[in-house]
Each structure stands twice: as structure tokens, then as C-alpha cells.
């Protein structure tokens, strides 16, 4: 038994002290006549995402974990689980002085709608109560890739306790004292309902947690039950009102406008490892002149979101300029960058992405893909949303096109 105190910081965070102890799950004794499941004992189902993985595949892992519990519920198994959101903390974007916070999902989410499709909570509402006590985890299984993915050519769904592995894992979430009894490497591949075959590994566990969250996949994706629960993702309502008062201020309209097109232009890391996919700041403008003319000539407005330097941006800027373009963009104040950090900013301009008349995004980036969904859901035309950045020369595929199910 492999037995590890994570001491970390105190958990410093402003925005965490001021959420109020919020009731946990659907079953608070507390709230009578609410709770089916009130004499059944709870278990906690925790997961965790790689290090290097940004806000937007975390939204997609989460989805997977929800729906796989959700989908359980419905058929009337695993009742005694429910999902422990894990704070939005130290993420490898988010460069903004961000120090030790750790921001719960209520900060960018509308946590009572997510609520009413899958029986979650933040693991900061389970920290409280159990506080100043050790929050202990029965067993952490750490997730890994197979070193073949493929056996015969054939991708098969499987998954196998690692003894070999000393896989260690730090549940860097900044809190204080949690700590697990028994650390487990697997080997996994395939949909993540095969979890549910792990976690009766030990029938008796009350706390366990997936590390490596990201390593199963949807079980459907694309299916009615996935757009439920991405519906049920809706953004807290003060970046709403942020991104309306930019668009009315600046664009004279604040809901799906007609008067500009929207562009994310994903640079930075991508910029770097997929340089072949993604264009120069020249390409980009003729290749947004040409997309805007071919949907609506009469249109001169250009909202730009990017997580570009400002060099590069105004590199852009100055492209379009010259092909007669008014480009926006959203600047965030201090006091803004320092509340929501640049996971708030983010969701600002997906926001204002999302309500534009024509959307272009950056080929494979997930932030993209979120866009294109929030534009699903808002009901704008297929045409006005699946549409990409190519590279400056060479092959480009086309967007590969995820339409509703309602
Ligand atoms: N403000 C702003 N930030 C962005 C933009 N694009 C990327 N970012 C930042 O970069 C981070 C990485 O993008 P994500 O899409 O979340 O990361 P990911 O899940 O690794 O997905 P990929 O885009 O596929 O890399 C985001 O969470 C933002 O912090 C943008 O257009 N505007
Ligand atoms: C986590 O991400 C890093 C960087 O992308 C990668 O090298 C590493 O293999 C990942 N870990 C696992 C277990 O997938
Ligand atoms: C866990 O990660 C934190 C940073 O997030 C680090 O400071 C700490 O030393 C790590 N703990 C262990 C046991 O590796």
C-alpha cells in the first residue's frame, strides 16, 4: 500500500471563500422531501485531467464523466454515486498572476443548471464538511495509455492493473490534506463506461478517483444524451452580461448579431507544434476576406478572439485593415483578468463568438469546437459555423460537422 500525505498550500482562495456552503448533490438532509436516495449512502466518484490538457478538453472530460453517470442513473443503477468537480487550478494557459486560487466551476459555470442534468458537486462543498478532518481517498486508479493501442490492427476496448508501473500522483489542487490509501496504475482503453467494471474492483469504496480523466472516451459522442448534457453547460451568467455590454457598446447589438463576423485564431502553443495547420497572420486575413465576401459581402466587421501576443495580433489587425475591415477585440480590465483570470476573459469571447452572423474557427482546437456547439444550440445555420482557417499551402480538410440532436 502506497501511502501519500499531499501537504500543499492552504487553500488561499478568495473566490472559494466566498461561495456560500451551497447543498451537496440532490441529497442534502437538510431539504426534506427532495431526495429519493436520502437513507442511501453516498459515494464520491473523483477524476483528474493531465497537467498540459486546457479549460476547453477539460469541459469534453467532464462531459464524459457526467454523461457515463447519468446515463447509469437512468436506468437505475449506481444511484449511490455522485461526481466530484475538481477546482480549476494551475492550468498550463492560464498565464495571468492566477498564484495558488483555485477556481470552483461555479465561477464559469451556471452550477444548478449543470445540477439538473447530472449529480455533481465541487470537491470544494465536500472539503468544507469533511474539513478540518483528512479528506481520504480509498483507492486513486491512475489511468495509462496502452503501449500498443492496436492488437492485429484492431483497436479493441480493454483495460489491465499495471503492477509493473509506479505510478505516482499528485492531486496538485492545492488543498491541504487529502490523501489517498491505495494507488492503482491501469492500463486503459475505450469507452468509459468501462470504468464502472474498475470501480467494482473494490464494491466497498466510498472516495475513488480516476487520475488521467482524459484517457477514456465518450461512450456516443454526438448523441442526444451528449447535447443534454452540453446544454446543461451554461456559462455563468455575469460573462453574459460582460460579453453584452461589450457587443452593445462596441457593435450596437448584443444577441446573435447580423453585423459581424467572429474568427478564433488559436496561436501560441498550436502556433508552435501545428504550424502546418495553422496560417500566417497575412494567409488568415485573405482567407477571412474571401469567407466574409462569399457569405455576406456588405459585412465589415471582424471581432478577432485569440490567445496571440499582441504583435501578432495587431499583425492580423493591420491585414485587415488594409482589406477594409474594422477589427475588434475584447480587452479585459484589470479587475476583470484578476476575478475570472484568463479562463473568465476566455469565456467572454466564446461568447461573443458564439453570437456573431458567421463564425470561422482554428482547425482541431477544442476551444473551436465549443464555440461550434454554444452556435448549435443558439440555432444558427450549419454554413454559418463549421467553417476554418486552412494553412498557407498544402491539403485542407474540412471541418468535420457535429450537428445538434435535440
Ligand atoms: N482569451 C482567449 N484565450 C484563448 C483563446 N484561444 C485559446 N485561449 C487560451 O488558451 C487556452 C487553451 O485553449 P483550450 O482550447 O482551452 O485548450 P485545449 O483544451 O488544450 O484545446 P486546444 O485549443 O485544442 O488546445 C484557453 O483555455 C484560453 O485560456 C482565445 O481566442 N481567446
Ligand atoms: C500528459 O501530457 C504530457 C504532455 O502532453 C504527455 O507527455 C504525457 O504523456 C501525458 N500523460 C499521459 C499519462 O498521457
Ligand atoms: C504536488 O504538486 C504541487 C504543485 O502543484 C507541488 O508543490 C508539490 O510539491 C507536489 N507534491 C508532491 C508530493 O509531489
Known amino acids: 500500500m502506497i501511502f501519500i500525505h499531499l501537504i500543499l498550500f492552504l487553500f488561499s482562495s478568495l473566490v472559494i471563500n466566498a461561495i456560500k456552503n451551497s447543498d451537496i448533490g440532490h441529497c442534502d438532509a437538510n431539504r426534506k422531501g427532495e431526495c429519493e436516495h436520502k437513507n442511501m449512502e453516498t459515494k464520491f466518484l473523483y477524476y483528474d485531467v493531465n497537467l498540459s490538457e486546457g479549460f476547453n478538453l477539460r469541459r469534453d472530460v467532464y462531459m464524459r464523466f457526467a454523461i457515463m453517470l447519468t446515463t447509469a442513473h437512468k436506468r437505475g443503477e449506481k444511484l449511490d454515486w455522485t461526481l466530484i468537480l475538481p477546482p480549476w487550478y494551475n492550468l498550463y494557459h492560464w498565464k495571468a498572476n492566477t498564484g495558488r486560487r483555485l477556481f470552483p466551476w461555479s465561477l464559469y459555470f451556471d452550477i444548478k443548471s449543470m445540477k439538473q442534468y447530472a449529480r455533481v458537486v465541487e470537491l470544494h462543498e465536500l472539503y468544507d464538511r469533511t474539513a478540518p478532518k483528512v479528506l481520504r481517498l480509498d483507492r486513486v486508479y491512475v489511468l495509462q495509455n496502452f503501449e500498443n493501442p492496436f492488437e492485429n490492427g484492431h483497436f479493441v476496448e480493454k483495460w489491465a492493473i499495471n503492477k509493473d508501473s509506479d505510478c505516482q500522483h499528485n492531486m496538485s489542487w492545492g488543498y491541504q490534506k487529502i490523501e489517498a490509501k491505495e494507488i ?102 485573405i482567407q477571412i476576406d474571401k469567407m466574409v465576401k462569399e457569405f455576406d459581402s456588405a459585412l465589415k466587421n471582424v471581432y478577432v478572439a485569440t490567445d496571440a501576443p499582441t504583435s501578432e495580433l495587431n499583425e492580423l489587425i493591420s491585414h485587415l485593415s488594409a482589406l477594409n475591415y474594422k477589427v475588434f477585440h475584447f480587452i479585459p480590465d484589470a479587475e476583470e483578468l484578476s476575478a475570472y483570470s484568463d479562463g473568465g476573459i476566455a469565456v467572454v469571447e466564446q461568447i461573443i463568438c458564439s453570437r456573431s452572423a458567421f463564425f470561422i474557427g482554428t482547425h482541431e482546437s477544442t476551444f473551436t469546437y465549443r464555440i461550434q456547439e454554444e452556435r448549435e444550440i443558439l440555432g444558427y445555420p450549419s454554413d454559418t459555423t463549421f467553417n476554418r482557417l486552412c494553412p498557407d499551402s498544402g491539403f485542407c480538410e474540412k471541418p468535420s460537422r457535429w450537428t445538434i440532436v435535440n
Open 184 to 285: 492503482i496504475c491501469v492500463r486503459f482503453q475505450g469507452r468509459i463506461s468501462q470504468l464502472w467494471d474498475i470501480l467494482a474492483l473494490h464494491p466497498d469504496d466510498k472516495n475513488v478517483m480516476i487520475a488521467h480523466g482524459e484517457i477514456p472516451l465518450h461512450d456516443n459522442y454526438g448523441t442526444k444524451e451528449y447535447w443534454d448534457c452540453r446544454k446543461s453547460m451554461q456559462f455563468n451568467e455575469h460573462f453574459v452580461y460582460i460579453a453584452s455590454v461589450y457587443l452593445r457598446e462596441h457593435l450596437h447589438c448584443d444577441f446573435q448579431c447580423n453585423n459581424y463576423v467572429s474568427v478564433h485564431w488559436r496561436r501560441q502553443d498550436f502556433a508552435l507544434s501545428r504550424y502546418k495547420e495553422v496560417p500566417s497572420a497575412k494567409s488568415s486575413a
